[in-house]
């Protein structure tokens, strides 16, 4: 997908990872780029460069709200999904964790079918395997999860490929899913994310 003059919305868009992507396109030629978070932990000052582009927007909202959600995507070409409660706070509060995690991306999907939304780029989580059988561990790994967090991704990526499966999506839809290690945090860029 050629990403210049696109409307792009960042779920997750103050936090950590998900304003480093903010950062990322405003560097490509994007037409508009929305941030759209509840600010319980990403935070403005992780968008203190960004916030100096007019390209930004910023919409407060959550996406266990559908209707929140879906209004912001009106007119989306591309998503970057980051959202997810934190591995610790799904263990402390797993109903939470389904909530977020699993109703949020599922009400996330269904706002980009209901909007047409062209792409849509998910961050997993190597938690889905758990300790791991073998070394390295490849994306052929089987599910090995036992934490709340892990089984929230594990459903993540079913709802994803059944979606996709059931055609939900446009013909031309494409769809980017990456179980993400830590590690790689460091090197996220559109070229590894195949945007341009």
């Not at 706070?89 to 269904?110: H, Q, S, Y």
């Not at 059944?162 to 446009?170: I, M, Q, R, S, T």
Request: with cysteine.
């Amino acid at each position: 997908m050629n990403i210049k003059g696109k409307k792009i919305l960042i779920t997750g868009g103050a936090g950590f990872i998900g304003s480093h992507i903010v950062d990322e396109l405003l560097e490509e030629k994007v037409g508009q780029v929305i941030v759209f978070d509840n600010f319980i932990r990403g935070t403005r000052s992780n968008l203190s460069q960004a916030l100096k582009s007019k390209k930004v927007k910023i919409i407060k909202g959550d996406i266990t709200n559908f209707s929140q959600i879906n209004r912001a995507m009106k007119g989306v070409n591309c998503v970057f999904h980051e959202v997810a409660l934190w591995l610790l706070d799904c263990e402390k509060r797993p109903r939470d964790a389904f909530e977020i995690n699993v109703d949020g991306t599922f009400n996330v999907l269904e706002a980009c079918v209901k909007n047409r939304v062209k792409k849509i780029v998910a961050a997993s989580s190597a938690s889905v395997y758990g300790d791991g059988l073998y070394f390295p561990t490849d994306e052929n790994h089987p599910f090995n999860n036992y934490l709340f967090y892990g089984a929230s991704k594990v459903a993540d990526e079913q709802l994803f490929k059944v979606f996709w499966k059931k055609g939900f999506f446009p013909q031309k839809f494409e769809l980017l899913l990456k179980q993400q290690h830590l590690i790689l945090y460091q090197d996220l860029g559109l070229h590894f994310l195949q945007l341009s």
